[in-house]
């Protein structure tokens, strides 16, 4: 089955997201049959900003290495490290090029705003016409601004519509009859079941950071306990953030 024909409203595809070559084995050697990046991922590993345009060249560097995994790939290519559709669909195209099956190109920037519904309109139709899936993310709930619904209506040329940050399952199902494309949400732990929110009509559950995080949660939580000390907490997203350089 294609990328696309894993986007099964009412039965969605649980999409775990990778942060590096080790990470993306190990998952599909645990049976996914897609696998996606994750931007906090990426640029924690290499010591950048996350979502700031930074990581451009290293998130090439992981769809290419993990490309060749026998598992689809999806990548995080945060606003697609340009405001300029050329740009852009040169991105999508080398990527294309590696074997990617999918991109997720979002609409939040570094400063908490929202990049102007026509200029990312044109950025998903230059993200368009290169073969790979192309999933619009809004960043309404994860920045608390802008009208969501709005949005999704707007991005309807994509292949997808990607809301983080919406955990209410009735919220979550008005955004899915907004839309006929599938729409995808990102799990969060205090949040719905998996199967609830296929109850919702989701087509798609992404887990983004939170792998990367339970990661270093572990690897903190080991070396605690060696010492004799309890485990903390997973780290937030913005725990993590505040110890990337600026």
């Known amino acids: 089955m294609n990328f696309h024909g894993l986007h099964r409203p009412?039965?969605?595809?649980?999409?775990?997201n990778a942060w590096d070559y080790g990470s993306a084995a190990l998952?599909?050697?645990?049976?996914?049959?897609?696998?996606?990046?994750?931007?906090?991922?990426?640029?924690?590993?290499?010591?950048?900003?996350?979502?700031?345009?930074?990581?451009?060249?290293?998130?090439?560097?992981?769809?290419?290495?993990?490309?060749?995994?026998?598992?689809?790939?999806?990548?995080?290519i945060e606003g697609g490290f340009s405001d300029?559709?050329?740009?852009?669909?040169d991105l999508v195209s080398c990527l294309a090029a590696l074997g990617v099956a999918g991109v997720n190109l979002e609409d939040g920037r570094p400063d908490g705003t929202l990049r102007p519904i026509e200029l990312h309109q044109r950025v998903i139709?230059?993200?368009?016409?290169h073969g790979v899936f192309v999933n619009a993310r809004t960043d309404t709930c994860w920045l608390g601004t802008g009208d969501?619904?709005?949005?999704?209506?707007?991005?309807?040329?994509?292949?997808g519509i990607f809301v983080p940050g919406?955990?209410?399952?009735?919220?979550?199902?008005?955004?899915?009859?907004?839309?006929?494309?599938?729409?995808?949400?990102?799990?969060?732990?205090?949040g719905p079941s998996l199967a609830r929110l296929a109850e919702a009509g989701v087509a798609r559950v992404s887990?983004?950071?939170?792998?990367?995080?339970?990661?270093?949660g572990a690897a903190?939580?080991?070396?605690?306990?060696?010492?004799?000390?309890?485990?903390?907490?997973?780290?937030?997203?913005q725990e993590i953030v505040a110890r990337l350089p600026g």
């Open 84 to 89: 300029d559709p050329s740009e852009v669909a």
């Open 125 to 129: 139709e230059a993200a368009k016409g």
């Open 166 to 190: 919406l955990s209410d399952p009735g919220a979550i199902a008005e955004v899915v009859a907004a839309t006929p494309l599938p729409v995808n949400v990102l799990y969060q732990p205090s």
């Open 220 to 237: 903190v939580a080991t070396a605690l306990g060696v010492r004799g000390e309890p485990a903390p907490p997973i780290p937030t997203y």
């Open 27 to 76: 998952l599909a050697a645990h049976g996914f049959p897609a696998i996606g990046t994750t931007s906090l991922g990426v640029s924690a590993v290499h010591g950048r900003p996350d979502a700031a345009g930074a990581t451009k060249a290293e998130t090439i560097e992981l769809a290419e290495t993990i490309s060749g995994l026998g598992v689809l790939v999806t990548v995080d």
């Open 148 to 159: 969501t619904l709005e949005r999704v209506r707007a991005y309807g040329h994509a292949d």
């Open 207 to 216: 887990t983004g950071s939170l792998l990367y995080r339970a990661a270093l």
């Open 10 to 16: 009412g039965d969605p595809l649980l999409l775990p």
